[in-house]
């Protein structure tokens, strides 16, 4: 298993939308294995292709940080294909080290997706698994949680991301 580079806003590839996944073999289960490792290093929920800098449409997400084996999930070609409600809350990201904001998402939806055998399978979740699910598939769309934030919320990050930036702690 191997540690896997987090790229950071704005990398392109965070911002381009994925290729879906067609090959099913041991190379997808060992960049999988590798996304985990990555994943519960950085103490994040959730972890996308682009983020690992790869142009792939699948993202690993566990909302139990390693507690609960069944919440440990490989989502591969996702496709949010119901939602429903809302939820207000704080969001952070991998991507955006420090920077968090609260976000509006569905307070559920309903996933469809393969798993890494290439089984069609669906995941309905609601509160931070709806909140999750929808934040990855963005991710897998190019699009990033900035993008989600009022125009307000949107600035104030982007004024601590140059922040950041200039003083070297955001590379
Ligand atoms: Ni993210």
């Known amino acids: 298993m191997a540690l896997l580079e987090i790229v950071k806003y704005p990398a392109p590839v965070l911002l381009t939308v994925g290729k879906p996944v067609e090959k099913f073999d041991e190379d997808l289960k060992t960049l999988v294995k590798d996304m985990f490792e990555t994943m519960y290093e950085a103490k994040g929920v959730g972890l996308a292709a682009p983020q690992v800098n790869l142009s792939q449409r699948l993202f690993i997400m566990d909302c139990s940080g390693g507690e609960d084996e069944t ?27 420090g920077i968090y904001q609260p976000i509006e998402r569905n307070m559920r939806a309903v996933v469809r997706y393969q798993d890494v055998l290439g089984r069609w399978q669906e995941l309905d979740g609601t509160e931070l698994t709806a909140r999750c699910v929808l934040h990855e598939t963005d991710h897998c769309d190019g699009i990033v949680f900035l993008d989600r934030m009022t125009i307000l919320k949107r600035e104030m990050a982007k004024r601590k991301i140059k922040r950041l930036q200039k003083t070297g702690k955001w590379e």
């Open 71 to 97: 919440q440990k999930l490989a989502l591969i070609n996702p496709e949010i294909i119901a939602r429903e409600g809302s939820q207000e809350g704080d969001e952070g990201c991998l991507s955006f080290p």
